[in-house]
């Protein structure tokens, strides 16, 4: 029998207008914009800014952006996963949100929390829907409003986060192309370094929580960048090893954008050069479930059909997780 695989067709992203430099931040916080880039590498970040706009609203421009690049109905669409930690409300499923406000009728959606591995655990999702129950058209989103869960009075962790929104299309094929192969990891034990602490069951808001600051990501960045520098590394140089790819077969190394230096450590792991890793976090900083398509969208050009690709990320929970993609176009 065929094998059929996932493949990714298209790929579209949204980043709001506002821009958040590091020399705004150094007026609102003690901070310096040669700390911010030599310890992160970030520059500058971009922001929703408006009343009642929310997570869906970027990740549904990315959506309309896509199915119009693509000249995708959006009848065609089976399926519509949304990776955020940042959803509109608690329920509905942000996913439900975005397929409404992008005209899509005929999909179930729902959305997945895996922090910043999201994206890479809603592609696998995504791509077993393709494989192995015949839907042909599958859309993936990354989308999140981190200065919705970002304390604009700590230092330690608002320079580091920023709102956007990515969108990826999977569909069939049965050319030796697409999701190759993942791994897909957790550890829930590391709640302790990275989580948000109140506004779920176990403490629901309160004006204790509020006075507190609780609505805020709580991150131990040390401790996060030690277990995210081993990780990220490791999980990208063991799915080369599984698969017998050398650092030459790579062409591009696509790595979750939360620290320059996780980024750069992880490409020495894997003995990528520099010239093949996607680095856009200057511009962007983290934006959780959006880092991976926005890199794809920003490079999509210079991509070609048969490119070997590694998605790698690393982030709360801990979950971690790498994919090798054969691209599937050329642009
Ligand atoms: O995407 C999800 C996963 N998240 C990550 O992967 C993030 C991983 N962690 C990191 O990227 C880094 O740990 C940070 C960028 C968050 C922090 O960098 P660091 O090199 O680990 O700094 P540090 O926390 O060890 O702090 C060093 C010093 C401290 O001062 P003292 O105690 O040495 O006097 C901090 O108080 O830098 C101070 N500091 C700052 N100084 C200026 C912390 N934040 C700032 C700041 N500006 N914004």
Redesign the pocket.
């Known amino acids: 029998m065929t094998k059929i695989r996932a493949a990714i067709t298209g790929i579209h992203g949204y980043v709001p207008p506002y821009i958040l430099t590091n020399q705004e931040l150094e007026k609102m916080?003690?901070?310096?914009d040669e700390?911010?880039r030599s310890?992160?590498g970030i520059r500058e970040r971009h922001i929703l800014k408006g009343e009642g706009l929310g997570t869906s609203d970027m990740g549904a421009e990315a959506v309309k952006g896509l199915l119009e690049k693509t000249g995708t109905s959006p009848d065609e669409i089976g399926l519509l996963i949304c990776a955020t930690v940042t959803p509109d409300m608690v329920f509905p499923a942000t996913a439900n949100i975005i397929s409404n406000k992008a005209g899509i009728k005929n999909a179930f959606s729902f959305d997945m929390n895996a922090?910043?591995s999201g994206l890479l655990y809603a592609i696998v999702t995504a791509s077993k829907f393709v494989e192995t129950l015949s839907f042909k058209k599958v859309i993936v989103v990354g989308a999140d409003k981190m200065s919705s869960i970002t304390d604009y009075t700590n230092?330690?962790?608002c320079?580091?986060f920023g709102d956007a929104a990515g969108a990826i299309l999977l569909e069939p094929t049965t050319e030796d192309i697409g999701i190759m192969d993942s791994i897909l990891m957790s550890d829930g034990s590391g709640m302790q370094y990275?989580h948000m602490k109140a506004g779920g069951s176990v403490k629901p808001p309160s004006h204790d929580t509020i006075e507190a600051r609780e609505h805020f990501v709580f991150?131990e960045?040390?401790a996060?960048?030690k277990f995210?520098v081993t990780r990220m590394a490791d999980v990208s140089a063991e799915i080369m090893e599984k698969n017998n790819l050398t650092a030459d077969d790579i062409s591009w190394l696509v790595p979750?954008q939360?620290?320059l230096?996780?980024i750069d450590a992880t490409a020495r792991r894997m003995g990528v050069g520099k010239d093949k890793v996607m680095v856009n976090i200057e511009r962007y900083g983290?934006t959780?479930g959006a880092t991976i398509p926005l890199c794809l969208w920003e490079w999509e050009k210079r991509l070609k059909k048969g490119d070997n690709i590694i998605l790698a990320a690393?982030?709360?929970g801990f979950t971690w997780g790498s994919i090798w993609v054969k691209w599937a176009y050329d642009s």
């Open positions: 916080v003690d901070t310096s700390w911010i310890r992160t922090a910043c230092r330690e962790t320079i580091l990275l991150q960045g040390q996060v960048f995210a979750h939360a620290n230096r996780i983290n959780t690393f982030g709360g």
